[in-house]
């Protein structure tokens, strides 16, 4: 299905992601909308952190049906983020203090108020949607087509989201409509994806996420012709932008870097292997999945093996020529505080995250705690259904303790989204005047992540115990211990491992002897051996 691919920049290696959902981070103008003039004010606080990649989700021109991701224009930032020229400005400023830039690139529909689809909508040779006479299959992915066309579009996700027509990986009698992959519409949609992102790489961009990046070819088996598009762009960037990066939402490491990729997420609704750490149920909860405990409860009743063992497959195919990102959450998956697991039990979580042979990402708010709010009411499309609200993890970045969490200087009934109630809520400022707080235990975990390639994404991992605690070496020479139950653990270590030269790194309720490792509940230790 692929070639075989180069590897990518050097600093992605390394590289430690922080996501930014636009709307909910900064507010510099008070109207209670995060913008891109308040990402400027809040540039060394990331630098501060230690973070250099940092991923904003959509910020496109958009009606917002569903928060930036329907697409009304590419090529222009949406007014209430700002301009262009405020992003080059971001840009210029981050790269400034070691910090890349990337976008996200919603690269399978647009918007229906795209000028893309109204051209489409009264002119039947235009092939750059998917078009039927009648409805196709699955039905309920089609919707009547608008002006003097007739027929019906397919839709992606919601029904103001036509799909782009990347064409067919096959033909089908029963749907004499559809289109190969090199038909002139889908021809034009690729050539159109490669002027986005030249759009944006002339402008200090280092890469994109890839929204969906699975779902562009239609009736695909095994991703065949959607690995060859995807193929296609990285051999161009690899000519023209070699130091850029294309990341998507796949969920399918060992599938998508093959296919192109320089990364992959673990994702929620693909495999198990995220579920398996993080998942409680709450927030983003299909009722088909198969959700047993996770492995980071307070209950202890979890197993790591299924996160590793999926790890472990993907790793192997892609044998060094990519990376395995793994997020703490995102915007449309519940927080690490979630639930029962509070802000005092992910410590373990981050010292894991920061440790283990991935491309760590921080959901911002995440490395100061935030919580998810359940039950919030939908906010641009964020709510899909009584198990999959995806509000709760939208909400204003909390600044600090002044009635509106220092996002804005609006009222708190202006903002973007509501604030945590709670009085006890986890702020910035806060935990920067607290050495022991959660916030400087991941500023300390990110700079020694960077200070020790033995712990970076290359170097070697070996298990060497994988129940609780979970216990595992880096490089040979650093040795890693997590304990994210609420009861005691104890793990037997090899013979001579550990001798009097150790070195702690990072210690929290753990101690460890010449035969095994004991740790307190929530504990953790690094260790260099």
């Known amino acids: 299905m692929n070639e075989p691919r180069r590897n990518g920049p050097s600093w992605l290696s390394d590289a430690v992601l922080y996501q930014i959902y636009p709307q909910s981070f900064a507010d510099s103008n008070g109207d209670g909308i995060g913008d891109l003039a308040g990402v400027l004010e ?60 990337m976008l996200d690139l919603v690269a399978g529909h647009t918007s229906d108020q795209h000028p893309w689809f109204r051209a489409w909508a009264d002119d039947p040779d235009d092939d750059r949607f998917i078009w039927s006479p009648k409805v196709g299959s699955p039905a309920g992915a089609w ?48 050539e159109a994806l490669r002027e986005i992102m030249a759009f944006w790489f002339d402008r200090g961009v280092s890469g994109f996420r890839v929204d969906m990046a699975a779902s562009l070819v239609k009736d695909d088996p095994g991703y065949v012709e959607t690995g060859k598009l995807w193929g296609e762009m990285r051999a161009w960037i690899d000519r023209a932008y070699p130091d850029n990066v294309l990341i998507p939402e796949w969920g399918d490491p060992a599938v998508a870097v093959p296919a192109g990729f320089h990364a992959d997420f673990f994702l929620h609704f693909r495999g198990t292997a995220l579920r398996s750490l993080w998942h409680l149920g709450i927030g983003t909860a299909d009722p088909s999945w198969s959700t047993g405990p996770a492995y980071f409860d307070a209950e202890g009743l979890g197993a790591i093996t299924e996160f590793v063992n999926q790890w472990q497959t993907a790793a192997e195919v892609i044998a060094g020529a990519g990376q395995i990102a793994l997020p703490t959450s995102n915007h449309d998956y519940a927080r690490l505080v979630t639930g029962t697991r509070s802000r005092e039990h992910v410590g373990a979580a981050f010292a894991f995250l920061m440790t283990w042979p991935t491309l760590p990402t921080i959901y911002y708010g995440d490395e100061i705690g935030m919580r998810y709010l359940p039950d919030l009411p939908d906010k641009e499309g964020s709510v899909l259904g009584p198990t999959n609200n995806r509000t709760g993890s939208r909400t204003p970045m909390q600044w600090d303790s002044s009635p509106n969490a220092g996002f804005s200087t609006a009222p708190a009934d202006q903002l973007y989204l509501p604030i945590d109630p709670d009085p006890a809520r986890p702020t910035v400022a806060a935990q920067r005047a607290d050495e022991g707080s959660l916030l400087h235990l991941v500023r300390r975990l990110i700079a020694l992540r960077r200070a020790t390639p033995a712990l970076g994404s290359g170097a070697a991992v070996e298990v060497l115990h994988s129940g609780y605690p979970f216990v595992y070496t880096r490089g040979g020479t650093h040795l890693v211990a997590i304990n994210p139950r609420r009861a005691p653990a104890t793990a037997a270590l090899p013979a001579g491992l550990v001798r009097d030269s150790v070195r702690a790194l990072e210690v929290h309720g753990a101690r460890l002897g010449e035969t095994e490792v004991k740790i307190d509940g929530f504990g953790y230790g690094i260790y260099e051996l």
């Open 42 to 101: 809040r540039l060394d606080y990331l630098r501060w952190l230690g973070v250099d990649t940092v991923w904003f989700s959509p910020c496109f021109r958009s009606p917002f049906a569903d928060a930036g991701y329907d697409v009304s224009d590419y090529l222009s930032i949406a007014p209430r983020y700002g301009t262009n020229d405020d992003l080059v400005a971001v840009t210029e400023a981050a790269r400034e203090r070691g910090i890349r830039i």
């Open 143 to 190: 919707a009547p087509a608008p002006g003097k066309r007739g027929g019906y579009f397919m839709l992606n996700f919601y029904p103001c989201q036509p799909a782009l027509n990347f064409g067919y990986a096959r033909d089908d009698a029963r749907e004499p409509w559809r289109q190969a992959v090199d038909a002139p519409g889908p021809r034009a949609n690729r």
